[in-house]
């Protein structure tokens, strides 16, 4: 199995992964900013977050991210 891809558009602050190629069909978003992408099986495709900064710093943790980033 692949990695997935990560994409980052930090104009937008959005962060795309990329599970697997495909086109996509139809689309779920799951909680605020976080959006399911999906191909015509039904299979996920992809994940969109947006508001990136924000959503993954509050996932993480604010002391966290602050001693990662200190390294």
């Known amino acids: 199995m692949n990695k997935p891809?990560?994409?980052?558009?930090?104009?937008?602050?959005?962060?795309?992964?990329?599970?697997?190629?495909?086109?996509e069909?139809?689309?779920d978003e799951i909680a605020e900013g976080i959006v399911v992408e999906?191909?015509?099986?039904?299979?996920?495709?992809?994940?969109?977050?947006i508001a990136a900064s924000r959503v993954v710093t509050s996932a993480i943790g604010?002391?966290?991210?602050?001693?990662?980033?200190a390294a």
Do not use: C, S, W
Request: net charge negative.
């Open 5 to 23: 891809a990560l994409n980052y558009d930090q104009k937008n602050d959005i962060l795309y992964i990329v599970i697997r190629e495909g086109i």
């Open 38 to 49: 999906f191909d015509e099986n039904n299979q996920p495709i992809g994940i969109e977050i």
């Open 25 to 27: 069909h139809h689309f």
């Open 62 to 69: 604010r002391e966290r991210l602050a001693m990662a980033t």
